[in-house]
């Protein structure tokens, strides 16, 4: 059973469209992430939410927004794409500790995205 | 600002030998670290975990924690050519709001 997935794995996409990418974990973790991989491999932050609370919000623009239905899911919702949001999306969930820190993230296995 | 810092190489190193990585941090107070590892094209996979001073040690890989002077590295041991790949240094830093920070990750190159 996949932990983490994630879809569409590919999305090609003209400027200004809407589109969404889900995500889904099975591990019953109760915090979940979106990270936003550039062309140099930086993984930067975008979202986290636990327990169905933003938690924190990096300096993201407002065309993002992240939707959780539920604990197991985090989507990411994004308006009026714009050329430099062409990246790799990826999603990631992970357990606080009880003794406070947090355990591994895992992650699913990313959404490519390119706006045109 | 909280940063964490590697560098990103390539490192080269021959088959059978240790590759040493590094990583520094900016806040005193992190409590959690973790490496990942990232073939192209994939997602990070975890390598290793840390939470106190000293050594942990998993098969090839040992992972070293240094909080005094702010860095943790990893070490692996009798490299393959399948270790190439890029790895990913996380930190949690204090504040309570339990996100991992990335360093750019060191690109390490493992040659027959």
């Known amino acids: 059973d996949t932990a983490v997935s994630q879809t569409p794995k590919y999305l090609v996409t003209q400027m200004g469209n809407d589109k969404s990418i889900k995500c889904e974990q099975n591990l019953g973790h109760d915090t979940m992430y979106w990270y936003k991989q550039d062309s140099k491999k930086f993984l930067k932050i975008m979202f986290s939410y636990n327990n169905k609370e933003l938690i924190i919000n990096e300096t993201v623009p407002n065309r993002f927004s992240p939707k959780s239905p539920d604990k197991a899911h985090l989507n990411l919702h994004i308006n009026s794409l714009e050329l430099g949001d062409s990246a790799v999306y990826f999603c990631?969930?992970?357990?606080?500790?009880?003794?406070?820190?947090?355990?591994?993230?895992?992650f699913g296995p990313g959404t490519r995205l390119t706006v045109l | 600002q909280k940063e964490v810092e590697q560098n990103s190489g390539p490192l080269s190193v021959p088959e059978g030998a240790i590759a040493s990585l590094n990583c520094t941090y900016s806040d005193r107070g992190s409590q959690s670290f973790f490496w990942y590892r990232q073939y192209s094209g994939k997602s990070p996979e975890l390598i290793m975990s840390?939470?106190?001073?000293g050594d942990k040690e998993d098969g090839r890989f040992t992972a070293q924690l240094n909080k005094a002077s702010q860095y943790v590295s990893l070490l692996i041991r009798d490299s393959q050519p399948s270790d190439s790949a890029t790895y990913l240094c996380a930190v949690v830093f204090s504040g309570g709001s339990y996100i991992p920070t990335f360093g750019r990750g060191t690109s390490l190159i493992v040659h027959p």
């Open positions: 840390i939470y106190s001073n």
């Open positions: 990631a969930s992970s357990q606080l500790k009880v003794s406070g820190g947090l355990n591994e993230q895992f």
